[in-house]
């Protein structure tokens, strides 16, 4: 085990705010900079995480309780898999990138589930692993659905301006109610893609998180 601990960076946001192309961007800096780095995602490839899509493209049927469930089951594996989980990555003192952690939770599971309600599911998964950073890419419904328009050739389940609207909502709730505990940074994303890579390098330099600097 490493003497110290690799740091944990989160990146979320709505549809279109950049979290995939920004996070692998950073990934790639930070392997530049000859950091050990393990970047991962939400939900993931695993077993659950492939029941989870299935349900999200329709292909499984199951309710908003039953989701948020399988949701908390897919991080506590992510957190806590011998194999890849995170915790056995930090503990080694390698960083983990990850797109989406509990916020993305809190963000599309409200208001079928109270705020109160899949905080506290997502409890046992904030004290096993709190993140480090985690960087909120913050773009108006409206530049999402124009990036959606532009960049993709069809529209998901959840990929309408109401859905989107409610989803960015719920994500400004959560992250004025919880943001303090969990050092939260807002980044405004409808820059462009350098100034927004330029301002989370500064962010992550600031914060100390780097352990060879």
């Known amino acids: 085990m490493s003497e110290q601990r690799g740091k944990f960076i989160v990146f979320e946001g709505i549809d279109g705010s950049g979290k995939s192309t920004v996070s692998a961007a950073i990934h790639a800096w930070m392997l530049s900079l000859d950091e050990p780095v393990h970047k991962t995602f939400e ?86 692993l709190r993140p480090d950073l985690v960087i909120y890419l913050k773009i108006t419904p409206e530049i999402s659905m124009d990036r959606i328009g532009k960049n993709r050739s069809s529209s998901d389940l959840f990929e309408t301006k109401e859905r989107i609207t409610q989803v960015f909502n719920n994500y400004e709730k959560a992250i004025a109610r919880e943001g303090h505990s969990d050092n939260v940074k807002i980044v405004d994303a409808s820059k462009p893609l350098e100034e927004v890579l330029d301002e989370v390098k500064i962010l992550i330099q600031n914060e100390s998180m780097m352990l060879n600097k």
């Open 43 to 128: 939900p993931t490839d695993g077993p659950i995480g492939s029941v989870i899509r299935n349900v999200l493209k329709h292909r499984i049927v199951a309710d908003e309780k039953t989701i948020g469930a399988m949701f908390v089951a897919d991080r506590l594996d992510h957190i806590l898999n011998n194999e890849n989980g995170m915790l056995k990555y930090l503990n080694q003192g390698t960083h983990v990138i990850c797109d989406r952690y509990y916020y993305s939770s809190y963000a599309y599971h409200v208001p079928y589930l109270s705020l109160d309600y899949v905080i506290k599911a997502n409890s046992v998964c904030a004290d096993l």
